[in-house]
């Protein structure tokens, strides 16, 4: 029999219809899931130290895990996508910092992660752990992830031309005095080539993530625990005052070395001396810069006053539960298994470099051991610092914050390089009051939030409550 | 065999209908059946083919168009709410300086991508439409071929090459003119859209140069002579017929340039991706499309993210129709 429409339609035809079976048989494929557990992160780091655990779990409890790692912004924004749609999602989830405001805009019922905060304090479980570090993951009083980590953050420099330089690190106990000695080291031109050979400290140029660590050093994050904006605060106005002058003009002591290949060339350069180091950041420079083996130094940051806090944080990462996860018991013990068993963590300590926040681990033999590159104990440098890590609370505005910071930041930093320090503080604190003002206009757009936190609190308490009974 | 009726006869199908089979459709009731099948199912059949792209269009295209038309006029925020607020969505954004910030970045992007990448890209097109130049094929891939890439590997590449004291871009600077070593190129406010631009210049002018190469292949190449024969000078000539040949491609390039302009994203969000709020100090990277991404994905408010989308096409819309009226209006005077 012949094809009316010719060979060329016939072809098309069977084409399509070829494509269309396998694409259906695929499908299925996907669909079946012999997996008891699907874990995603967006770390290779941790995926690789959590897939070593593994197999003592999967055959204590008789069950498969899947570990699946997809990068950061296309996890956030797949979940938040297949949360809007109700689409397959994992039955845990790890978090980047900050990623809890895309799931936190709505009323506390409709956050699609698992309500712990019952679960975390009839357990016990809450006031073992650094409690400042569940601030990262609330909203509204109510926690939804658990924390992995504390973070506390040094400053790591290098040893060996610090050294030579004559600088006493033990003496840049203020970041005043950190300023005036990084004032003098760009002003010497030892090479006499015209251009600085060393900067003293390595600055984003548009505050970024710095300026959050800065202020927050100083007790005051974008947002306080009741979600208000901060940003007016005068700890702000004075971390931008001092941000902006040492990175414009002729008194300037730092430089945007960046990240990644550019920074870790900017320190065997030389070129920059310090840079922010939280734990974190000493595992990913021992990969990227092993050449620096044993010419690398760690101390507390500067105090902003002679005896207050030498420390702050950068980054978290936190463990949540999509509410449409399937075996949340199993999830839980894989959670408890992976983030709090000390027998895990002191081994996983040298694996990362990362401080868990469980305080009764610090204790385990690792978290003394010297590290190879540093030359000193990274947990007995980290450990002193952990329960001054201050407080971070989590908005569902984060992001929008950090951007009218920025936008603020930018502004006082061109009035400076224009006119100098007269005037500076006070068009800072304008230009401060404004992006706050903005992000709280953006906040009382948002009718879900208007409802009186207390309430929502109460109602969410009592759906984990039924959930938890159930 | 009985010969049906001539005013049973119907005139031939509008369709061209090979004779053999015009001639068996004409030979009885049975045939006239058949014939009329034939018909129907070769009318149906344009339809038919069409029918997959209508419902890939009507799902993917025209639902979602309509639905974004909807959801406009509520507030989303959260994964399961959604609240009528009229107007609300439109007001804040047209008020918005983010927004307007994002406008003006736009129409700037979109000024400096016309008035630089469209000249350079007739010229360069010019240039390698020469006869004489043997390497003129080697050229025209080397300069296609950034466009291979894609936007997203410009924008890392670039935001490699814009470093400052290592990038390569500055080092060059530094050792031509004396200026650039340490320029911060997507940290400073003021020279992050010369960036954006720069970029797309490398990623884009290879692209339209394709569009106006073909387009001066197909000038008349007798037009040309007769204009020289008649005393015309080169510039005579490029004005008075090389341009009219050339002018319906050219409005294409144009609306199609300035349309990709306006939708312009990818780039500046990659090569500013190690900007923590994305697109550059005091948003001198934002974009609308960037606005839009940033209402709709990172605050979670799909309603406002759905304005800005209507606001956009409501945009793009006019300076199309603009361009395509002056462009036509350019055509006719001459």
Redesign the interface.
Known sequence: MEF??GRA?LG?MLL?IVAAGVVLLSGGTKNDQPFDLIFVTFTKEHAAAYQKALPAFEAANNCRVQIQVVDDRALQ?RL?SA??VGADVPDMVELQDGFMS??T???LD?V?FRDLTDRLKSSGLYDQLVTNRFSKWSSRGRIFALPHDVHPTMLAYRKDIVQQLGIDVNKLTTWDEFARVGREVVTKDHDGDG?IDHYMLDL???G??VMQLLALQRGVPMFDADGNVQLDNDAFVDVMCWYVKQIQGKDRMA??A??G??LS??MIDG?VLFYFCPDWRTMQFEFDVPSLKGKMGLMPLPAWEPGSRRTSTWGATGLAFPKRGRNFELAWKLAMYLYYDPAQLGPRFLQTNILPPLKSAWTQPQFSEVDDFWQISLGQTFIPLANDVPPAPSN??H??A??KM??A???AS?YYAEHGEQGLREVARRELQQSAE?VRA?MR?????QEPAAKQTASAAAATSAEVGR | MTMPPMSSVRPPPPRAVPDALSAAADVGPRSDRGRRA?QA?TQA?PYL?LL?YFLTCVVFFIYPLCYAAVLAFY?T?????K?F?GW?NFR?VVTD??FHRALRNTILFTACSIGIQLPLSLGLAMLLNQKTDRLKNIFRLIIFAPNLVGQVFVGILFG?LF????GLFNKLLQALIGWG?EE?WL???VLVMPAIVIASLWLYVGFNMIYFLAALQNVDQSLVDAAKIDGAGPWQTFLNVTVPAIAPVATFVLVTSTIGSFQLFELPYTLLQ?????F?????GLTIVGYLY?QA?????LGTGAAVGWLLTCIILVVSLVQIKLASKVGSER
Not at chain 1, 445 to 449: A, M, P, Q, V, W
Not at chain 2, 274 to 278: A, C, E, F, L
Not at chain 2, 297 to 301: A, H, K, N, V
């Open positions: 009316p429409y339609p098309i399509a924004s938040q949360m809007q895309f799931f805009k709505g009323m409709d699609q251009t984003p140029i548009d970024d993530v430089f945007p960046g990240w290949q550019n060339q900017a070129l569902a505005y992001y929008t950090v951007n920025s936008k930041f930018t502004r061109r903005e953006e757009r948002n009718i879900f939030l | 034939y199912r059949a083919f997959p507030h925020d959260g994964a399961v709410r609240v607020v609300d804040f300086p983010d490699m470093a400052p004291r290592f070593l911060r940290a400073d406010p190690n900007n923590n709020s994305g550059g100090p005091d948003n001198s940033r994905f990172e605050s979670g408010d």
